[in-house]
């Protein structure tokens, strides 16, 4: 009897806890002050315009030039579905028998769209493998106070000051105008002519002005990073008979690495975006991929053409986005652990 007794006491004991769980009132939930209120509709305010812009001309715009890309357009405005013919007409422009190509002398004739992959990837070459260089060893020399250091940099960043437009002009009359050109007139005395009727020379002179007019970026942005670097490292290399060489490859290269990998980015990219200085020099056959995506859909009647450059510029994005992503996942590997 004593057993069930206690049994029972604790089968009532147990529904008087649940019982008291049950009655127990809830914990308010707390209410969102009004300064908190205020301070995420403010942010909400400032995210919308990004957030907007994003959906809009990244989104949107590049959602529908995939689709375009398979679709082809009439002289009516009628679109239609046309599978990967595009595309195929992009690859029939490589070959010199479809579209003629481009004249190079001596009876030998070049693919047009073989062309304009030779001009886009020169530019990204010559940014990586001539501009870059001379920017680390004018901002390494320029790290060490030589007189004027200051002054210099301003006067390599001032082609990043002036309109691209009136830049493009002015080296433009210099260099190939006869009536105005003093390295025209220059070069002509050496007995070098500038040809600027074929190819490639016509390409040679834009990139001449992409290696003067980018210098002064990679050198500000690359002088920022040295200047981070503790002083105390070059001078005790230094203190250890290290030549400027060795500072220079030893030292400051692996401690702006981070920089050098972002404008090596930065090169391959403009593969892909560069299209203004080769429109505005408006020279024969120096055309680019986005150049010629750009003259493409802006002349009169070219809404026909939308379908064939939209998928001109797909493929090439293909291709060459997930490379430039590929190695630079490589490159940032070396120096890896260095901090500075």
Known sequence: MEQVNNAESTVTAIEKVEEVKTESPKPAKKKMSKKRK????FVAILLAYPVIQFLLTWIFVNSYSIILAFENVSLEGKVTF????NFIDIFK?????????IDLGNGTRLSYNLMIVINSFAYGIITIFISLPLALICSYFLSKKMPLANVFRVIFFLPNIISVVALVYAFKMQTVDSSAGLIYHFLSALGMKVNIDTWPNTTLIVLVYCIWAGLGYNVLLLSGAIGRIPNELFESAQMDGASSFKQFTKIMIPMVWPTVVTLVVLGLTSILTLYLQPVLFDLNNNETIAGTIFNGVSGSGSKTMYPYYAAFGLLFSFVLAPAILYIRKVISRKYS???C
């Open 38 to 41: 205020k301070e995420l509709i």
């Open 82 to 85: 046309a599978g990967l013919k």
């Open 93 to 101: 422009q490589f070959d010199i028998n479809y579209g003629g190509g």
């Open 337 to 339: 652990d260095t901090d």
